[in-house]
């Protein structure tokens, strides 16, 4: 029976001591307690927000980037593009210019070779008249004394500036 | 603090050990007749004195005791206090006008006598308190030292039990209002838990083991659960939904009954598990002194070893019951209309929550 029987003096010290630890407890360490976690919760929940928002701004920023870098490649293309055009135009002109300045080169190079023939043509031409002179003075020398030959040799101009 | 609970739990995993030559030295001598219940009950039961030992024969030989101071209070003769010891050192027991009798201060002319003594249970409810207070403002400091950063020591040893009660127990069974509740709560496990080891530790008084203790945290619960009922929790005691009015006679004074019921149920609970687990262990120990053989222990000594860890658990299955329980009733006097309507059904007011009695 007397493990059931209740003790006054237990009855009293306990209820003394149990609310006092009860206060003792809430006062400095339930509240220092539940404050802590509650930070340490809320701190590790918008770490993960934070987190979460940082992937999201990275993910824009790798558009933004990509963005970029697909604008850059197009300008690059374009300019690339632009240099061909102004290279084939250049190249183009070029070609003409060359073309031009060969061909007055030949035609110089045609009319130095017309003068140069014509003035050997016309050297050719004295020095062959000379000749002639020379040749036909010496025949002229030899065969005019007969008169034969004279009237003969008359005759065969006349014939040659006929047929001319 | 970290020597102190080393030195607690080193304590604490060696209780049958520890009881064994204790009961054994004590009883040794005397083995013409011995009489188990008689030691059970000095072991179970509250006392003036702390006693750790006796070395040779009970009446020739050394006592090893911690004299508590005696204090009472007499309507006759007025306040009286002194040690102890000076009750157990005289012939008859008697210091004054106070006397012992079987564990009892009585007044020597028969007036009533109130005892406030400082006895070996509020000894230990003093050192569980002294303990409780020291290891929780170490883990309470930690979260100022390291702010937001993660637990330390035995901060992170009790933290993941807070958080469980907090979790597990307050939310599920008190619902939003649990923050209100949550230091009672906490103090309540922490309280049983402690005390349950501290019982189960050689030479250690048997508090929550006691009835008077029990008695008093039931009180406790009950006076919360009433304090914080709302009329959705009286409506349903006495008008409770979906019950035909012919029945209300019946079902209403149940209903009453319940209110008390609960409390005493918990009361009854943590005494009961945890006075038994000490009655096992003792009687297992009785056992070799009854059959005066050591031969006996070689049976008995493993199955007391096996209680006492089986008691390691139940002492933190009751701390966690009553807790739970606790929890439960506080919840069903709380909670708002819209839930109360799918919990008719419940003895406990709570929804779905296990029943762990």
Known sequence: MDLITPQLGLLFWQTILFLLLLFVLTKFAWKPIMAGLREREDSIESALRMADQAKIEMQQLKAGNEKLLADARQERDRMMQEAQVMVNQFRETEKTKAVEEANRITQQAREAIQTEKNAALAEVKNTAAQLSVDIAERILRRELSEPAAQTQLVDSYLKDVKLN | ?357
């Open chain 2, 1 to 357: 603090m970290k020597h102190l609970l080393l030195a607690l739990c080193f304590l604490l995993t060696l209780p049958s050990f520890a009881q064994q030559p204790e009961t054994a030295v004590a009883e040794g001598a005397k083995s013409e007749n011995f009489d188990p219940g008689k030691v059970i009950m000095e072991h179970v039961a509250d006392n003036h004195e702390w006693h750790f030992a006796t070395l040779g024969d009970e009446h020739t030989g050394t006592h090893i005791t911690l004299p508590l101071p005696v204090i009472a209070y007499q309507p006759a003769h007025g306040l009286s206090v002194f040690s102890s010891s000076k009750l157990h050192d005289s012939e008859t027991h008697t210091y004054g006008t106070v006397k012992l009798e079987e564990s009892k201060l009585v007044s020597t002319d028969g007036t009533p006598l109130y005892d406030f003594s400082i006895t070996k249970n509020v000894a230990s409810l003093m050192l569980s308190c002294l303990i409780l207070i020291l290891i929780f403002r170490t883990v309470a400091s930690g979260y100022s030292t390291r702010k937001g950063g993660a637990p330390k020591g035995v901060q992170s040893m009790l933290e993941p039990i807070v958080l469980f009660i907090r979790d597990e127990v307050a939310k599920k069974s008190i619902g939003p209002k649990y923050e209100r509740y949550m230091p009672y709560l906490l103090t309540i496990f922490f309280f049983i838990w402690f005390n349950n080891l501290l019982g189960l530790t050689p030479g250690a008084a048997n508090l929550s083991g006691n009835i008077t203790v029990t008695f008093m945290l039931a009180v406790a619960t009950l006076l919360i659960t009433l304090f914080s009922s709302n009329k959705y929790y009286w409506g349903h005691i006495f008008r409770p939904p979906g019950v035909p009015l012919l029945l209300l006679p019946i079902i209403v004074p149940v209903e009453i009954a319940g209110i008390f019921i609960k409390p005493i149920s918990l009361m009854v609970r943590l005494f009961a598990n945890i006075t038994a687990g000490h009655i096992i262990v003792l009687s297992f120990i009785s056992l070799i002194f009854l059959f005066k053989a050591a031969t006996v222990g070689v049976v008995a000594i493993p199955f007391a070893l096996f209680i006492s860890l089986l008691e390691l658990l139940v002492a933190l299955l009751q701390a966690y019951i009553f807790t739970l329980l606790s929890a439960m009733y506080i919840g069903g006097a709380v909670e708002d209309h819209h839930d109360s309507d799918f919990q008719m059904g419940y003895d406990d007011g709570s929804e779905g929550a296990p029943a762990a009695h």
